[in-house]
């Protein structure tokens, strides 16, 4: 099912669609959360403890944020941010050489779907640029798209800044003005960052951590079963 709300262009005029990497395109089964487990150890956060719970609710809660970013805020001063989000960073970067993902069914298709109808397509992430390529890596996706972003390539603010989309739009050239271009994505912030880019379609999608209320609130001109269902949705067939 498709639940489509108020559009600032029509999907035809759609050329560049950056879309969000873990929970929209990527399914990583919870690894976010087993990888926060090791980052909060490292800086002695007990497991099962009430700090241990609060801070897991806040990492639920902005999925779609650039890691760092959550870390900053977790632990306030830049030394223990940076010491938690290199052992998150490992700890999720040994999961994913685990074989611990796998494409959202019918995410491959889907770019490949757009591809071939002529438009752009960029993959755009929260985490950092090792962790980006060790799961395009492991799904052998290095070819798939012309360009990856992780938020160090575009000024070092991720989502929901709309810093990332603009750089899609900037450095493909794909689009002439931001209203041809759509965002999709599985969390609230993916949404935020492609309203504030202006870009004429923002979609969430109900694979990942955030729901259809979380995606209204956000400004979502659209709300998706999977991104399987984009390519039809930008041909006018749904």
Not at 137 to 151: E, K, M
Not at 175 to 195: F, K, M, P, R
Request: aromatic content about 6%.
């Amino acid at each position: 099912m498709t639940e489509t709300h108020t559009a600032t262009a029509a999907p035809a005029d759609i050329r560049l669609v950056v879309l969000d990497m873990a929970g929209t395109t990527v399914a990583d089964g919870g690894l976010v959360e087993r990888a926060f487990a090791a980052a909060a150890a490292e800086l002695g956060v007990a497991p099962g403890s009430a700090d241990h719970a609060d801070k897991l609710a806040y990492v639920r809660a902005t999925m779609g944020e650039s890691k760092i970013s959550v870390f900053r805020h977790l632990f306030g001063t830049e030394e223990a941010a940076q010491r938690a989000n290199t052992a998150f960073e490992k700890a999720y970067g040994d999961l994913v050489d685990g074989g611990l993902v796998a494409p959202v069914p019918g995410a491959r298709e889907a770019v490949e779907e757009l591809r071939a109808d002529g438009r752009t397509v960029v993959l755009t992430t929260g985490f950092a640029r090792v962790t980006q390529d060790a799961v395009l890596d492991a799904l052998g996706w290095r070819g798939l798209v012309p360009l990856t972003l992780c938020p160090a390539d575009a000024g070092g603010r991720g989502r929901p800044y709309p810093d990332m989309v603009l750089e899609a739009f900037l450095r493909t050239k794909a689009a002439e003005d931001v209203h041809q271009v759509a965002v999709v994505g599985d969390t609230s912030y993916d949404v935020l960052s492609g309203v504030r880019a202006g870009a004429g379609l923002v979609a969430g999608v109900r694979t990942g951590a955030h729901g259809d209320a979380e995606f209204r609130a956000a400004g979502a001109t659209h709300v998706l079963d999977s991104v399987g269902a984009l390519p039809a949705l930008l041909r006018g067939e749904r």
